[in-house]
Antibody, heavy 114, light 110 residues
Framework: EVQLVESGGGLVQPGGSLRLSCAAS????????MHWVRQAPGKGLVWVSR????????SYADSVKGRFTISRDNAKNTLYLQMNSLRAEDTAVYYC???????WGQGTMVTVSS | QAVVTQEPSLTVSPGGTVTLTCGSS?????????PYWFQQKPGQAPRTLIYDTSNKHSWTPARFSGSLLGGKAALTLSGAQPEDEAEYYC??????????FGGGTKLTVL
């Protein structure tokens, strides 16, 4: 079964850090570009970042550039999102998305609040 | 970043036809934007219905179709069913590999 399972979400104070993980199974993870997409409570989808299949190329939304870092470990079939200097506006469900946006995880909630 | 626009809400009668559109602040949407359409129901992750303007996945109901219409990407639902009530998002790809989602269309089947 093709599956993406996110983990690492939780409550963090403003200015804090969090690392999200996304475990892939059921497909050749190392061949796929991967993305992070977020959704604030009651709001729409927002693309956050993407990484190519071998990890040599990344791209970020302006709102997270310089604060978030996407990476992957193809040997572990795992995608990561390191989030630093977190702000209240980063509060959202974070989805791991694979390939041509055809594989979605169930999401992990990140809450930034004091 | 470019702004991707969608109708905030639409209503369709059961069995009826409705077209959702997706525009770009940079100008006409073309096949080079590789338009995607996603469906999201409350409490669920989104799922892809249409990719690359008009291509369907194996799980996409036949009543959904994608096209380009009047400088926008379009998602047409023909023969709406109650289970089609959901939020629909489009996604456009831009140079530099930084795609953008539209704000979503809340579709009511009533």
């Amino acid at each position: 079964e093709v599956q993406l399972v996110e983990s690492g979400g939780g409550l963090v104070q403003p200015g804090g850090s969090l690392r999200l993980s996304c475990a892939a199974s059921g497909f050749t993870f190392s061949s796929y570009w991967m993305h992070w997409v977020r959704q604030a409570p009651g709001k729409g989808l927002v693309w956050v970042s993407r990484i190519n299949s071998d990890g040599s190329s990344t791209s970020y939304a302006d709102s997270v550039k310089g604060r978030f870092t996407i990476s992957r470990d193809n040997a572990k079939n795992t995608l990561y999102l390191q989030m630093n200097s977190l702000r209240a506006e980063d509060t959202a469900v974070y989805y791991c998305v694979g390939g041509a946006f055809d594989i979605w995880g169930q999401g992990t909630m990140v809450t930034v609040s004091s | 970043q470019a702004v991707v626009t969608q109708e905030p809400s639409l209503t369709v009668s059961p069995g009826g036809t409705v077209t959702l559109t997706c525009g770009s602040s940079t100008g006409a949407v073309t096949s080079g934007h590789y338009p995607y359409w996603f469906q999201q129901k409350p409490g669920q992750a989104p799922r892809t219905l249409i990719y690359d303007t008009s291509n369907k996945h194996s799980w996409t109901p036949a009543r959904f179709s994608g096209s380009l219409l009047g400088g926008k990407a379009a998602l047409t639902l023909s023969g709406a069913q109650p289970e089609d009530e959901a939020e629909y998002y489009c996604l456009l790809s831009y140079s530099g590999a930084r795609p953008g989602f539209g704000g979503g269309t809340k579709l009511t089947v009533l």
